[in-house]
Antibody, heavy 122, light 106 residues
Framework: EVQLVESGGGLIKPGGSLRLSCAVS????????MSWVRQAPGRGLEWVGR??????????DYAAPVKGRFIISGDDSKDTLYLQMNSLKTEDTGVYYC?????????????WGQGTLVTVSS | SYELTQPLSVSVALGQTASITCGGK??????VLWFQQKPGQAPVLVLY???NRPSGIPEAFSGSSSGNTATLTITRAQAGDEADYYC?????????FGGGTKLTVL
């Protein structure tokens, strides 16, 4: 059974940093392309960024609002995906989902975690 | 940047057919995914590559895509289908979501 479990969310002041983790099981993490997707309160889904598989060099792409502030990485030895968030802004507030959403457009994009809430507020 | 346009809301009578559109430039040339999201829950993939259902998704869900419009169709709508629906594509290594459509089953 595929499982994605996020952790690390919480309340953080503007300008601060936070690291989210996503522990995965049920598939070979090192072979997976994965994304982070967020959802502000009462709003729609917004893609944050994507990391390619180990064999594809763990290359990353980011959405414009987070580029230069957020970093996605993966630890293949721990089967864990990370999202390092720096210089946080109030508009970064929302639920952050770890997901297998990838560029292939097939059903491998169908696994999502339960989400972790990040609140950026003074 | 690429944009996807969805109606804010769609209503359907119980047991009837609902259609939710997703507009984007030449979307017919892209692989469209559709996600269902119920309140307080993570999104669920209901269609991929325009009209393919993941295992466990009822046959009531179908899709099409041509030109500048993709459509999610739900036949014999049930109360349990009431949810937000999002279309999604990739454009230049960037994932794009539509704004979402709230489906109400009357």
């Amino acid at each position: 059974e595929v499982q994605l479990v996020e952790s690390g969310g919480g309340l953080i002041k503007p300008g601060g940093s936070l690291r989210l983790s996503c522990a995965v099981s049920g598939f070979t993490f090192s072979n997976a392309w994965m994304s982070w997707v967020r959802q502000a309160p009462g709003r729609g889904l917004e893609w944050v960024g994507r990391i390619k598989s180990k064999i594809d060099g763990r290359a990353t792409d980011y959405a414009a609002p987070v580029k230069g502030r957020f970093i996605i990485s993966g630890d293949d030895s721990k089967d864990t995906l990370y999202l390092q968030m720096n210089s946080l802004k109030t508009e970064d507030t929302g639920v952050y989902y770890c997901t297998t959403l990838n560029d292939f457009g097939d059903d491998t994009s169908g696994y999502w975690g339960q989400g972790t809430l990040v609140t950026v507020s003074s | 940047s690429y944009e996807l346009t969805q109606p804010l809301s769609v209503s359907v009578a119980l047991g009837q057919t609902a259609s939710i559109t997703c507009g984007g430039k030449n979307i017919g040339r892209k692989s469209v995914l559709w996600f269902q999201q119920k309140p307080g829950q993570a999104p669920v993939l209901v269609l991929y590559r325009d009209n393919n259902r993941p295992s466990g998704i009822p046959e009531a869900f179908s899709g099409s895509s041509s030109g500048n419009t993709a459509t999610l169709t739900i036949t014999r709508a049930q109360a349990g289908d009431e949810a937000d629906y999002y279309c999604q594509v990739w454009d230049s290594s960037t994932a794009v979501f539509g704004g979402g459509t709230k489906l109400t089953v009357l």
